[in-house]
């Protein structure tokens, strides 16, 4: 275990470290701070001990100082143990929110429920019907089940207690735990066995209940996806997709085409993850995938939206008139919730944008705006088009703006969707904070778009996020002419130490 004291006194020394350095090469705190460019109370919270910023700064007080790498080595040192205090402490929560069990029905001498150990026996507990059709063989995790009960509400905090209802030996059997681990349980952070879905020797009856059971586990992913990164639940998005799919194989009548369009909002998440990572070509696979289920289904509104995104990823590829015709199709579905329709209705400003056609840009938009001011709440955040919002529109203007080589008009739009961006969103945030960089460099900015572009690197460093990233490597090699400026020269730096 590692002594908590041990990780203090590894800060303290750091900072003692940069004050040393500090007064060595003569400069006050506000003088070093200057260089890094920070506040200068971000320098004097290091020296003190009372915080330690990233990696960033130290690279950069390396720089400012020419310590010969004893502060990088010092603050890797630190983030070392510190790195380890923290994974013990979240191995003791996770021990803590695994060991509530609600009733004695565990096997006589089995261990309590607590992280890789918990999952592996709530693996072997969860021997559940797929269909309704009698006793299963087959063994699938819990974030597979679709027999699964969940009790409780309220948000996916530490704390939030649900209640998950599972077969043991064909008995029922309550277990206890926050949501905050059944996130963790169906963004799939364990590794276990996955559903076998080919054993059934014969057609079964399949529970309705299960569409609403995948769309509720879809929710959860989608929050997932902005904590942790597509990277890390796009194999568990591809496994429910299989398991759908073999329900959907097994059903018939209205369930089957339920079940279809359940299998088509599926395949479209696995496209949007993948875009987000950098796969066009698996995201082309997938939302045309997903475009034919929702065809094949008559799902009418799923059908709209897919036409919008395929517009949306058609933007910037030159072929302005596509974009446009496809966002004009998404609009004639008259079945489309209004949302859809806003989304559809930005893809046609775009469109306007990059054939310059000013008048027709500022129409869409307005039109988009309307849409989202008369649109009903019903939904919450799983509705179709839900992320169209105020700030998301504004951002969406911003890129129109920046397009039609108006760059002082795109900051302003730029900047006021990332200033009302909610928290929960912080790669998105991260994509138009990039984008606000290269309106700033197309101001003529250049210490400006690389400050901004910085702070977007970030997240995506943390995020896996292709589309952040790749934003800034573009606008990278634009600023290359100002690399004697301070800024491009750290931002240049912070790209390479990312990778």
Wanted: net charge negative; charged share 25%.
């Amino acid at each position: 275990m590692i002594d908590p004291q041990r990780v203090d006194d590894a800060k303290r020394a750091l900072g003692a470290g940069l004050a040393r350095w500090r007064n060595q090469r003569g400069l006050t705190q506000l003088a070093l701070a200057r260089r890094v460019p920070v506040a200068r109370s971000t320098i004097a919270g290091a020296e003190s001990g009372r915080q330690c910023p990233d990696r960033i700064f130290w690279q950069r007080c390396e720089m400012a100082l020419a310590a010969g790498g004893e502060l990088l080595a010092g603050y890797d040192d630190y983030r070392r143990i510190k790195q380890q205090l923290d994974q013990e402490k979240v191995e003791a929560a996770q021990r803590a929110r695994w060991g509530e069990v609600e009733d004695c029905s565990l096997p006589a001498g089995a261990p309590g429920v607590s992280t890789i150990a918990g999952w592996r026996l709530l693996h072997d507990l969860c021997t559940v019907d797929l269909m309704s059709g009698g006793p299963s063989d087959r063994t699938a995790p819990l974030s597979q089940v679709p027999d699964v009960a969940v009790t409780g509400e309220g948000d996916f905090l530490d704390g939030d207690a649900v209640t998950l209802t599972v077969m043991s030996n064909g008995q029922p059997m309550s277990l206890r735990m926050s949501r905050r681990a059944l996130l963790e349980l169906a963004a799939g952070l364990a590794t276990v066995p996955a559903v076998a879905t080919a054993a059934a020797s014969h057609p079964r009856a399949v529970d309705p209940a299960v569409v609403d059971y995948f769309a509720e586990l879809r929710a959860l992913l989608v929050q997932a996806d902005d904590r942790l990164g597509g990277l890390t639940i796009l194999s568990t998005v591809e496994q429910q997709i299989a398991l759908i799919a073999a329900l959907r194989r097994e059903a018939r009548g209205p369930l089957r085409d339920r079940l279809l369009s359940t299998e088509a909002r599926w395949s479209e998440f696995a496209g949007w993850l993948s875009d987000d990572l950098g796969d066009r070509a698996a995201g082309d696979r997938w939302l045309e995938r997903a475009g034919s289920m929702a065809q094949e289904a008559d799902d009418q509104e799923f059908w709209a939206y897919v036409l919008a995104r395929k517009a949306q990823r058609m933007v910037g590829t030159g072929d302005e008139d596509c974009v446009v015709g496809l966002a004009r199709a998404a609009s004639r579905l008259v079945d489309a919730p209004a949302l859809v329709h806003a989304f559809a209705a930005v893809q046609q400003a775009h469109g306007s944008a990059s054939e310059r056609d000013v008048s027709a840009f500022q129409t869409a938009i307005e039109d988009a705006h309307a849409l989202v001011a008369t649109a009903s709440p019903t939904g919450g955040d799983s509705a179709l088009g839900s992320f169209c919002t105020r700030p998301y529109l504004a951002a969406q203007e911003g890129e129109g703006w920046l397009r039609l080589g108006q760059p002082r008009r795109a900051i302003d739009s730029f900047t006021a969707a990332v200033n009302e961006w909610p928290d929960r969103y912080r790669r998105e945030r991260a994509v138009y904070l990039s984008r606000t960089a290269h309106a700033y460099l197309a101001a003529s900015e250049p210490g400006q778009a690389a400050r901004v572009a910085a702070e977007a690197l970030t997240t995506a460093t943390t995020t896996g996020s292709a589309r952040v990233r790749r934003n800034v490597t573009v606008l990278a090699r634009k600023l290359e002419p100002f690399s004697g400026r301070q800024e491009v020269r750290l931002l240049l730096d912070q790209l390479a130490v990312a990778g």
